[in-house]
């Protein structure tokens, strides 16, 4: 199983509102990614945990609040969020962080969110 | 400064047409460089890697190739089909880190 899952496929929220993105791996990876990609742009390096700690917080606003509740789990809370947060978020998997960068990212398909 | 620069930005071509998308990169010291294949709305998904001892590998209709010496990377798409409409990008890994660096895809549309 070579599969990141992520739900909701879709998101509408308002400013006010307070909602969750879920990331899923089966693979036995112990490093796991949220990504934030514009449209027509790369994908922007947001999170980063490797055996369920936070690793890597790339300036990310505290609007958005990363948890990782067990190895194969990886969620994304968020809250007061901007229109322009607008985006799709995506989650990422490899098998750890301390391999030099040898290590393939296994995408998930994203969450669409849109802020209203 | 690490950076990865694709070209073209958008490539129209015919259905059953081959095509070669370019990649340059300044990111040192070099780990790897991975092809990934992107569908509107949807998670990149891995083609090729390689190290800097591999110049070629190949995934079915794709082929990658790598000059560690010109820091170049192309992408070959052979016999391509209307499912290979999506963007390509280029992204390479720093040796002992974790960050990927991305390059900004190529957009590649083909037509029937």
């Known amino acids: 199983d070579t599969e990141v899952t992520q739900t909701p496929k879709h998101l509408v929220m308002g400013m006010t509102n307070k909602k969750s993105l879920k990331c899923e791996q089966h693979?036995?990876?112990?490093?796991m990614y949220w990504y934030k990609q514009k449209a027509k742009k790369p994908p922007e390096l947001m999170f980063v945990y490797s055996y369920e700690k936070l690793s890597i917080n790339e300036s990310v606003p505290s609007r958005f609040s990363p948890e990782c509740p067990n190895s194969s789990l990886l969620n994304l809370h968020l809250h007061a969020l901007q229109p322009e947060d607008s985006a799709l978020y995506l989650c990422a998997s490899s098998h750890s962080i301390w391999t030099g960068g040898q290590e393939t990212q296994y995408f998930g398909p994203g969450t669409r969110l849109l802020v209203l | 400064k690490n950076q990865v620069e694709q070209s073209p930005q958008s490539l129209i071509i015919l259905e059953g047409k081959n095509c070669t998308l370019q990649?340059?990169?300044?990111?040192?010291?070099?780990?790897?460089l991975r092809w990934y294949k992107q569908d509107t709305g949807r998670g990149p998904v891995s083609l090729t890697i390689?190290?800097?001892?591999?110049n070629t590998k190949s995934n079915g209709r794709y082929t990658a190739t790598l000059d560690a010496d010109t820091k170049q990377s192309s992408l070959h798409i052979t016999a391509s089909q209307l499912s290979d409409s999506a963007s390509y990008i280029c992204?390479?890994?720093?040796?002992?880190?974790?960050?990927?660096?991305f390059g900004t895809g190529t957009r590649l549309q083909v037509f029937p």
């Open positions: 990649c340059n990169y300044t990111v040192s010291p070099f780990s790897n």
């Open positions: 390689m190290t800097f001892s591999e």
């Open positions: 693979m036995g990876h112990r490093a």
């Open positions: 992204v390479v890994s720093r040796y002992n880190t974790d960050k990927l660096i």
